[in-house]
């Protein structure tokens, strides 16, 4: 029995193996060609600004009184209460500014007029306007207004540092300004001022 042969075509050989060697470079070219146009896109991306992230507003809660024509911002996390004006007991030897004392709700209350504290304009009118009552670092003090105007809110990167006219006293108990002229008050900075007397209790 004989056996048939069949021939090798080299030829054919030859032409697939360099049609697959083709298309593996041409497969490799796209693949380099789509690293690089991802690394692009992922440049121009990084290239980007970081988006503005918002922080939270630190609002500011206040009670807007009017002094001297002037208005003025205590936070409401210091006021005890708002009572009206009503006769004080004077102190002997006490500084102009210390209208004098009350008794209220059993405890002596020094009542202060920010218009001689802040060195303001006109003499306060003993028989109108209210008493702020406010507690700040453990003393408790009242504050002679001529009215109130109202309560407020505010954010507290739009209260702008005082400005530089404001000097002496009235530059040391003042946090800041509002857009709306409002000064707002730094009520645990008056209440460390050594020359104010703390309140005692009514036994």
């Known amino acids: 029995m004989s056996e048939t042969r069949q021939a090798i075509d080299w030829q ?3 032409s697939r193996l360099a049609q697959t060697r083709r298309h593996l470079e041409t497969s490799e070219r796209r693949s380099l060609d789509e690293v690089e146009r991802i690394l692009r896109d992922r440049a121009f991306v990084l290239a980007q600004p970081l988006p ?23 936070e409401m996390a210091f006021v005890l209460e708002v009572i009206p004006f009503r006769e004080l007991t004077p102190v002997p030897c006490a ?3 210390l209208l004098g004392v009350v008794n209220h709700r ?3 209350l020094p009542v202060l007029d920010l218009r001689r504290l802040l060195e303001l304009p006109g003499q306060k009118d003993t028989e109108a306007g209210q008493i702020v009552a406010v507690q700040a670092v453990g003393m408790t003090l009242g ?3 001529d ?8 954010a507290l990167q739009d209260v702008s540092l005082p400005p530089v006219t404001l000097t002496g006293e009235r530059h040391k108990i003042v946090r800041g300004v509002t857009k709306e002229m ?7 900075a008056l209440a460390r001022d050594p020359r104010i007397t703390v309140n005692e209790e009514v036994t």
Do not use: H, K, N, W
């Open 182 to 188: 409002v000064a707002v008050l730094d009520l645990e």
């Open 12 to 14: 054919e050989i030859y």
């Open 52 to 74: 503005e992230v918002q922080s939270p507003r630190e609002l500011l809660d206040m009670l807007v009184c009017a002094i001297a024509r002037e208005q003025y911002g205590i």
């Open 95 to 97: 500084p102009p500014f």
């Open 143 to 145: 504050i002679s207004a």
């Open 106 to 108: 059993g405890r002596i």
């Open 147 to 154: 009215s109130m105007v109202g309560t407020v809110q505010v």
